[in-house]
Protein backbone atom coordinates (compact mmCIF):
# COMPACT_ATOMS: atom_id res chain seq x y z
CA UNK A 1 0.00 0.00 0.00
CA UNK A 2 1.31 3.70 -0.48
CA UNK A 3 2.47 4.96 2.16
CA UNK A 4 4.06 8.64 3.30
CA UNK A 5 7.05 8.92 6.32
CA UNK A 6 8.22 12.46 7.66
CA UNK A 7 11.59 11.35 8.57
CA UNK A 8 11.11 13.65 12.31
CA UNK A 9 7.83 13.97 14.58
CA UNK A 10 9.85 17.02 15.50
CA UNK A 11 13.14 18.95 14.77
CA UNK A 12 14.51 22.18 16.66
CA UNK A 13 16.88 24.49 15.31
CA UNK A 14 19.25 27.77 16.32
CA UNK A 15 17.59 30.92 14.41
CA UNK A 16 19.58 31.52 11.11
CA UNK A 17 20.58 27.81 10.58
CA UNK A 18 19.26 25.99 7.65
CA UNK A 19 16.60 23.32 8.54
CA UNK A 20 16.13 20.36 5.84
CA UNK A 21 13.08 18.45 6.33
CA UNK A 22 12.58 14.69 5.00
CA UNK A 23 9.44 13.14 3.06
CA UNK A 24 10.04 9.43 1.76
CA UNK A 25 7.20 7.92 -0.16
CA UNK A 26 6.92 4.30 -1.37
CA UNK A 27 4.12 2.34 -3.54
CA UNK A 28 3.52 5.59 -5.37
CA UNK A 29 5.12 7.30 -8.72
CA UNK A 30 3.78 10.86 -8.07
CA UNK A 31 3.39 13.33 -11.33
CA UNK A 32 4.36 15.53 -8.04
CA UNK A 33 4.64 16.50 -4.36
CA UNK A 34 3.59 19.15 -2.59
CA UNK A 35 5.07 20.65 0.66
CA UNK A 36 2.27 22.95 3.20
CA UNK A 37 2.83 24.30 6.57
CA UNK A 38 0.10 23.90 9.20
CA UNK A 39 0.29 26.38 12.57
CA UNK A 40 -1.58 25.05 15.64
CA UNK A 41 -5.13 25.49 14.82
CA UNK A 42 -5.19 26.24 11.60
CA UNK A 43 -6.17 24.87 8.44
CA UNK A 44 -2.86 23.90 6.04
CA UNK A 45 -1.25 26.72 3.58
CA UNK A 46 0.04 25.63 0.73
CA UNK A 47 3.99 26.37 0.07
CA UNK A 48 5.57 24.87 -3.37
CA UNK A 49 4.52 21.96 -5.48
CA UNK A 50 7.86 20.07 -7.45
CA UNK A 51 6.74 18.01 -10.44
CA UNK A 52 8.82 15.24 -10.98
CA UNK A 53 10.42 16.30 -13.78
CA UNK A 54 11.88 19.29 -11.76
CA UNK A 55 14.82 18.53 -9.24
CA UNK A 56 14.20 21.62 -7.56
CA UNK A 57 12.33 24.26 -6.98
CA UNK A 58 13.05 27.42 -5.38
CA UNK A 59 10.57 30.53 -3.46
CA UNK A 60 12.28 33.25 -1.31
CA UNK A 61 13.83 31.27 1.68
CA UNK A 62 12.14 27.64 0.74
CA UNK A 63 13.87 25.03 -1.72
CA UNK A 64 12.65 21.68 -2.82
CA UNK A 65 14.16 18.98 -3.90
CA UNK A 66 12.62 16.02 -5.57
CA UNK A 67 14.44 12.40 -5.99
CA UNK A 68 12.21 10.14 -7.92
CA UNK A 69 14.71 7.45 -7.58
CA UNK A 70 15.58 7.68 -4.40
CA UNK A 71 11.89 7.95 -3.80
CA UNK A 72 12.55 11.19 -1.39
CA UNK A 73 11.82 14.94 -1.08
CA UNK A 74 13.55 17.46 1.00
CA UNK A 75 12.40 20.94 1.99
CA UNK A 76 14.48 23.48 3.27
CA UNK A 77 14.39 26.70 4.77
CA UNK A 78 17.65 28.63 4.63
CA UNK A 79 17.77 31.59 7.11
CA UNK A 80 15.48 30.05 9.33
CA UNK A 81 13.32 32.40 12.12
CA UNK A 82 11.16 32.08 14.81
CA UNK A 83 8.10 32.78 12.62
CA UNK A 84 8.99 29.57 10.92
CA UNK A 85 8.07 27.54 13.61
CA UNK A 86 5.37 25.41 12.64
CA UNK A 87 4.22 21.95 11.13
CA UNK A 88 5.64 21.09 7.71
CA UNK A 89 3.72 18.73 5.57
CA UNK A 90 4.06 16.62 2.92
CA UNK A 91 1.36 15.64 0.29
CA UNK A 92 1.37 13.84 -2.49
CA UNK A 93 -1.79 12.94 -5.08
CA UNK A 94 -4.01 9.75 -4.77
CA UNK A 95 -6.96 8.48 -6.10
CA UNK A 96 -8.64 10.09 -9.05
CA UNK A 97 -10.29 12.64 -7.96
CA UNK A 98 -7.36 15.34 -7.03
CA UNK A 99 -6.98 13.54 -3.80
CA UNK A 100 -4.10 14.40 -2.05
CA UNK A 101 -2.48 12.27 1.08
CA UNK A 102 -0.45 13.94 3.63
CA UNK A 103 2.80 12.93 5.47
CA UNK A 104 2.25 13.14 9.55
CA UNK A 105 4.23 15.91 9.43
CA UNK A 106 7.32 17.37 11.07
CA UNK A 107 7.21 20.00 13.91
CA UNK A 108 9.91 22.48 13.49
CA UNK A 109 10.79 24.70 16.25
CA UNK A 110 13.65 27.46 15.59
CA UNK A 111 14.67 28.85 18.44
CA UNK A 112 15.67 32.31 19.16
CA UNK B 1 -6.50 35.27 -4.06
CA UNK B 2 -7.75 31.21 -2.99
CA UNK B 3 -9.36 31.88 0.14
CA UNK B 4 -11.78 29.67 1.96
CA UNK B 5 -13.72 30.24 4.99
CA UNK B 6 -15.30 27.55 7.30
CA UNK B 7 -17.99 28.18 9.62
CA UNK B 8 -18.19 28.00 13.02
CA UNK B 9 -14.69 27.92 13.79
CA UNK B 10 -15.55 26.12 16.99
CA UNK B 11 -18.68 24.44 18.54
CA UNK B 12 -19.65 22.58 21.36
CA UNK B 13 -22.60 20.31 21.76
CA UNK B 14 -23.91 17.38 23.48
CA UNK B 15 -24.08 13.91 22.97
CA UNK B 16 -26.63 12.72 20.27
CA UNK B 17 -27.23 16.45 18.31
CA UNK B 18 -26.31 17.24 14.63
CA UNK B 19 -24.10 19.73 14.12
CA UNK B 20 -23.26 22.00 10.64
CA UNK B 21 -20.19 22.80 9.69
CA UNK B 22 -20.13 25.03 6.47
CA UNK B 23 -17.10 25.65 4.10
CA UNK B 24 -17.00 27.93 1.67
CA UNK B 25 -14.62 29.31 -1.49
CA UNK B 26 -14.24 33.18 -1.02
CA UNK B 27 -13.14 33.94 -4.11
CA UNK B 28 -12.83 31.48 -6.98
CA UNK B 29 -14.99 28.33 -8.14
CA UNK B 30 -14.07 25.16 -6.84
CA UNK B 31 -14.26 22.14 -8.81
CA UNK B 32 -14.20 19.98 -5.88
CA UNK B 33 -13.97 20.55 -2.14
CA UNK B 34 -12.48 17.71 0.20
CA UNK B 35 -13.17 17.35 4.11
CA UNK B 36 -10.40 16.38 6.07
CA UNK B 37 -10.04 14.76 10.20
CA UNK B 38 -7.80 15.32 12.20
CA UNK B 39 -6.59 14.61 15.54
CA UNK B 40 -4.36 16.17 18.01
CA UNK B 41 -0.79 15.04 16.85
CA UNK B 42 -1.60 13.33 14.04
CA UNK B 43 -1.84 14.24 10.06
CA UNK B 44 -5.07 15.11 7.99
CA UNK B 45 -7.66 11.96 7.51
CA UNK B 46 -9.41 12.42 4.07
CA UNK B 47 -13.04 11.46 4.78
CA UNK B 48 -14.68 12.71 1.55
CA UNK B 49 -14.57 14.29 -1.57
CA UNK B 50 -17.11 15.74 -3.31
CA UNK B 51 -18.26 17.53 -6.73
CA UNK B 52 -20.50 20.63 -7.15
CA UNK B 53 -23.94 18.67 -7.79
CA UNK B 54 -22.95 15.20 -7.38
CA UNK B 55 -23.13 12.61 -4.15
CA UNK B 56 -19.61 12.62 -2.09
CA UNK B 57 -17.28 9.96 -3.06
CA UNK B 58 -16.58 8.55 1.01
CA UNK B 59 -13.10 7.17 2.15
CA UNK B 60 -13.38 3.65 3.52
CA UNK B 61 -14.56 3.60 7.44
CA UNK B 62 -16.16 6.57 7.42
CA UNK B 63 -19.95 6.40 7.67
CA UNK B 64 -22.02 8.08 4.81
CA UNK B 65 -24.36 8.45 6.96
CA UNK B 66 -23.22 9.71 10.08
CA UNK B 67 -20.97 12.63 8.19
CA UNK B 68 -23.86 13.98 5.81
CA UNK B 69 -22.06 15.82 3.15
CA UNK B 70 -24.15 18.24 0.32
CA UNK B 71 -21.92 20.32 -2.09
CA UNK B 72 -24.82 23.09 -3.68
CA UNK B 73 -23.00 25.27 -5.13
CA UNK B 74 -19.35 25.69 -6.39
CA UNK B 75 -18.47 27.62 -3.46
CA UNK B 76 -20.19 26.23 -0.72
CA UNK B 77 -20.12 22.70 0.88
CA UNK B 78 -21.12 21.65 3.59
CA UNK B 79 -20.74 18.79 6.43
CA UNK B 80 -23.04 17.78 8.89
CA UNK B 81 -22.05 15.27 11.74
CA UNK B 82 -25.31 13.70 12.56
CA UNK B 83 -25.85 12.33 16.45
CA UNK B 84 -22.85 13.42 17.43
CA UNK B 85 -21.00 11.34 20.34
CA UNK B 86 -17.76 12.34 22.18
CA UNK B 87 -15.39 10.31 19.62
CA UNK B 88 -16.60 12.68 17.09
CA UNK B 89 -14.31 15.10 18.85
CA UNK B 90 -11.80 16.62 16.39
CA UNK B 91 -10.56 19.17 14.01
CA UNK B 92 -12.51 18.94 10.95
CA UNK B 93 -11.00 21.03 8.08
CA UNK B 94 -12.24 21.31 4.81
CA UNK B 95 -10.27 22.73 1.70
CA UNK B 96 -10.96 23.64 -2.49
CA UNK B 97 -9.28 22.80 -5.58
CA UNK B 98 -9.16 25.82 -8.14
CA UNK B 99 -11.52 24.55 -11.02
CA UNK B 100 -8.73 26.07 -13.69
CA UNK B 101 -5.90 24.23 -12.84
CA UNK B 102 -3.93 21.09 -13.73
CA UNK B 103 -2.45 20.41 -10.41
CA UNK B 104 -4.15 19.37 -7.02
CA UNK B 105 -3.53 22.49 -5.09
CA UNK B 106 -5.60 22.17 -2.17
CA UNK B 107 -6.65 25.72 -0.59
CA UNK B 108 -7.96 24.75 3.02
CA UNK B 109 -9.77 26.72 5.26
CA UNK B 110 -8.77 27.44 8.67
CA UNK B 111 -11.23 24.13 10.57
CA UNK B 112 -13.65 23.69 13.28
CA UNK B 113 -12.87 22.50 16.58
CA UNK B 114 -15.62 20.06 17.63
CA UNK B 115 -16.46 19.29 21.00
CA UNK B 116 -19.27 16.59 21.64
CA UNK B 117 -19.88 16.58 25.60
Known amino acids: SQKIEQNSEALNIQEGKTATLTCNYT??????LQWYRQDPGRGPVFLLLIRENEKEKRKERLKVTFDTTLKQSLFHITASQPADSATYLC???????????FGSGTQLTVLP | GAVVSQHPSWVICKSGTSVKIECRSL??????MFWYRQFPKQSLMLMATSNEGSKATYEQGVEKDKFLINHASLTLSTLTVTSAHPEDSSFYICSASMRSTSTDTQYFGPGTRLTVL
Open chain 1, 27 to 32: NYSPAY
Open chain 2, 27 to 32: DFQATT
Open chain 1, 91 to 101: ALPSGSARQLT
